[in-house]
């Protein structure tokens, strides 16, 4: 266990509903990230947070989705209007942030999607 | 344009065999190399981790090798358990104000060791 933990585990939804995923990062970790995985490839990164600031967006990351860290501390994912490919296990990863030398991201056990 | 490559896709090691991944990356813009060693239904966990001014690092069983010339690295493991049975992805991320902070990761090698 890293101390990131994703809330839910495991999410199934009809196409065209809206999702939203919620991560908590270790707590004195100042950046997040979100990735996505499908079977049988690696994390993708979709967008990462210094404090509530989004600093980076991937190209993956398409207009339905929107991260948003209000406060610096949790984070939510959502996907409006879900599509059979974003079946994916979605996962969160936080680090110490800016000024540490290797910047560690620790990943949390992600949250399955399945799109129906 | 996958800008790190990572090689066998899949791979059987006797227990007590070595266990060698190797990654290749295009962008000489990275300068941090972690390795993640991933359970089914788990997520990546952090196992060692290189940075290019170094051509190898040693972590108990685990061993990154670095060749900063041919843009390589590998994951060699001595000793294999069957416990060390999992999927393992190479990664690479750009310096650190380089505008990005995204690892970029390998399509992973999933391991088998056989008692």
């Known amino acids: 266990d890293t101390g990131v933990s994703q809330d839910p585990r495991h999410k199934i939804t009809k196409r065209g509903q809206n999702v939203t995923f919620r991560c908590d990062p270790i707590?004195?970790?100042?950046?997040l990230y979100w990735y996505r995985q499908t079977l049988g490839q690696g994390p993708e990164f979709l967008t990462y947070?210094?404090?509530?600031?989004?600093?980076?967006k991937s190209r993956l990351l398409s207009d339905r989705f929107s991260a948003e860290r209000p406060k610096g501390s949790f984070s939510t994912l959502e996907i409006q209007r879900t599509e059979q490919g974003d079946s994916a296990m979605y996962l969160c990863?936080?680090?110490?942030?800016?000024?540490?030398?290797?910047?560690?991201?620790?990943f949390g056990p992600g949250t399955r999607l399945t799109v129906l | 344009q996958q800008q790190v490559k990572q090689s066998p896709q899949s791979l059987i090691v006797q227990k007590g065999g070595i266990s060698i991944i190797n990654c290749a990356y295009e962008n000489t813009a990275f300068d941090y190399f972690p390795w993640y060693q991933q359970f089914p239904g788990k997520g990546p966990a952090l196992l060692i981790a290189?940075?290019?001014?170094?051509s190898e690092k040693k972590e108990g069983r685990f061993t990154i090798s670095f060749n900063k010339s041919a843009k390589q690295f590998s994951l060699h493991i001595m000793d294999s358990q069957p416990g060390d049975s999992a999927t393992y992805f190479c990664a690479a991320r750009k310096k650190i104000g380089g505008g990005a902070d995204g690892l970029t990761f390998g399509k992973g090698t999933h391991l088998i060791i056989q008692p």
């Open positions: 990863a936080s680090s110490l942030g800016s000024g540490q030398a290797n910047n560690e991201q620790f």
């Open positions: 947070f210094q404090n509530e600031a989004q600093l980076e």
């Open positions: 290189i940075r290019p001014d170094v």
């Open positions: 707590s004195e970790h100042n950046r």
